[in-house]
């Protein structure tokens, strides 16, 4: 009875290592997405302040080569 419970014991430690080490990985990954967020929105914004004269209009693009 007594290694079993010291088997189970050390299943909890290493149950709790391994959901600490994922949480330290979620969040990581949280911010860089919070980061990725971020820098997409300021691309937004860029695209979306570009002056109508710099993009060209669906009429003036010519044609691709295959036709």
């Known amino acids: 009875m007594e290694s079993r419970l010291t088997d189970l014991e050390i299943k909890v430690a290493f149950q709790d290592d391994l959901l600490e080490a994922l949480n330290q990985v979620v ?3 949280q911010r860089q997405i919070d980061l990725l967020q971020g820098e997409l ?3 937004y914004d860029q ?3 570009l002056q109508p004269s710099m993009l060209a209009e669906v009429a003036e693009e010519a044609p691709p080569p295959h036709y």
């Open 27 to 29: 969040a990581a990954q």
């Open 41 to 43: 929105r300021i691309l």
């Open 47 to 49: 695209v979306k302040s």
